[in-house]
């Protein structure tokens, strides 16, 4: 494959830059909430969103039936890079996970009612998968449906939802037939957020951002609002998620780091001798500089692999997911060890060295190793889908 650039994606890329300068704006931008950067939780965020939406980025690669341009999946990947560079809200699950999981499998009717908004940025989504008992096992899930009429009835209760304390409607998965193998008795629904059954209380990370707890009581959902065929719930989440340990994590923020702390080496002395002269600090910064460029072609070789097959390349995807997200904890790991004691002041505290990003990085890639299936999930998947080990190993 070809790394370099041709010179329509490079004018692309200008374009996108020319747009993040005309819309430069504090309230929106905030590359030190890390990776929870791409949440549209604010007003200014979803206006923001909106700007993206006009100029027709929101649908690169839907196909053009539905409103989108048909265009190459690259493009989604340059645009998104781009985004997380300036701690901007990025192009998500409402086009990912959940539009693109509804193009395929959705009814006339969901594709009618939930496509345009999204392309409009008119809509935010939450998605629940994870459960007290049901976390890097997703298949685990209870949140019970049971039929009822002419739909379903949801009782149970899901945890780590993002979005639920601002989204409009819940991507959620739950078990319709409970006597069924635990990977083929889900179903997938969509869930007004503002049901009187739903009961949403916050659970906030070791960053400070929120998640949430949701409580379903008798929650009434028309077949209608039954995405795709009924127990086939987990093969589509297997494959959004494949979608999101690729989206959720973009590299720039992690180039963005390594340059962080090279400045703060460059800079810096301690003792009255420069730490760059310092042969341990030069070899850490070397192995995390040379680290960063096999993550971006990961990165690279995934976008690539994408356009070539007719469906997302699992296995690619973990690899990236893994090798992205480990990387991450690394530089933050170093950047605690090189910039010393002064790193474990927080974030906003005056004279914090890198003005606390060390602590506020520390904190939240842990989190990415955990979000989108953990590490050792993504193990597993390399392991048995790409290695042919057995499962039970």
């Known amino acids: 494959m070809d790394f370099e650039f041709s010179e329509e994606e ?8 020319e747009f993040l300068r005309a819309n430069r704006d504090v309230a929106v931008m905030d590359v030190s909430r890390e990776n929870m950067a791409q949440v549209c939780d604010t007003p200014p965020r979803r206006a923001f969103m909106k700007k993206l939406a006009a100029r027709g980025w929101l649908g690169i690669t839907w196909p053009k039936d539905v409103g989108g341009k048909a265009g190459k999946g690259f493009y989604e990947f340059l645009l998104n890079e781009k985004l997380s560079s300036v701690g901007a809200p990025q192009i998500g699950k409402g086009v990912g996970i959940i539009g693109k999981t509804l193009i395929r499998v959705g009814s006339e009717k969901l594709k009618k009612e939930f496509l345009p908004k999204i392309l409009n940025a008119e809509i935010e989504f939450a998605v629940g998968y994870s459960e007290p008992s049901a976390g890097s096992d997703a298949a ?12 379903w009835v949801l009782n149970g209760q899901k945890v780590f939802t993002t979005s639920a304390h601002f989204a409009d409607w819940y991507w959620v998965g739950a078990r319709t037939d409970p006597e069924a193998p635990k990977h083929h008795g889900i179903s997938l629904f969509l869930v007004r957020m503002d ?9 906030y990370t070791m960053g400070g951002e929120r998640t949430n707890a949701v409580f379903f009581d008798n929650v009434f959902v028309h077949d209608d609002y039954r995405v795709g065929e009924q127990g086939k719930g987990f093969q589509y989440i297997a494959e959004a998620l494949d979608i999101e340990r690729f989206t959720m994590f973009t590299f720039s923020p992690i180039r963005g780091r390594v340059e962080l702390l090279c400045d703060f080496v460059k800079n810096t002395k301690r003792d ?13 910064v070397a192995q995390l500089a040379t680290e960063c460029e096999v993550a971006r072609l990961l990165g690279v070789r995934f976008v690539d692999a994408a356009l ?3 469906k997302t390349p699992t296995v690619a995807a973990s690899e990236y997911k893994l090798y992205a997200t480990e990387l991450s904890r690394r530089v933050a790991d170093a950047t605690m060890d090189i910039v010393g004691p002064g ?14 990003r060390a602590e ?10 955990v979000g989108g299936g953990s590490s050792e999930v ?13 499962r039970n190993f």
């Open 195 to 203: 049901d009187p059954g739903l009961t949403i209380h916050p659970m």
């Open 360 to 369: 506020s990085c520390y904190t939240y890639t842990v989190i990415d190793t």
């Open 272 to 284: 009255g001798r420069a730490l760059k002269d310092d042969p341990v600090n030069r070899q850490k």
């Open 378 to 390: 993504q193990k597993n998947i390399i392991a048995t889908r790409k290695h042919g080990l057995p």
């Open 343 to 356: 790193a474990q002041l927080a974030l906003g505290t005056e004279d914090a060295p890198l003005k606390g």
């Open 308 to 310: 070539d097959a007719t």
């Open 140 to 151: 685990a899930m209870r949140l019970k449906a049971e039929r009822k009429g002419d739909g």
């Open 10 to 17: 490079r004018r692309f890329l200008r374009e996108v830059d």
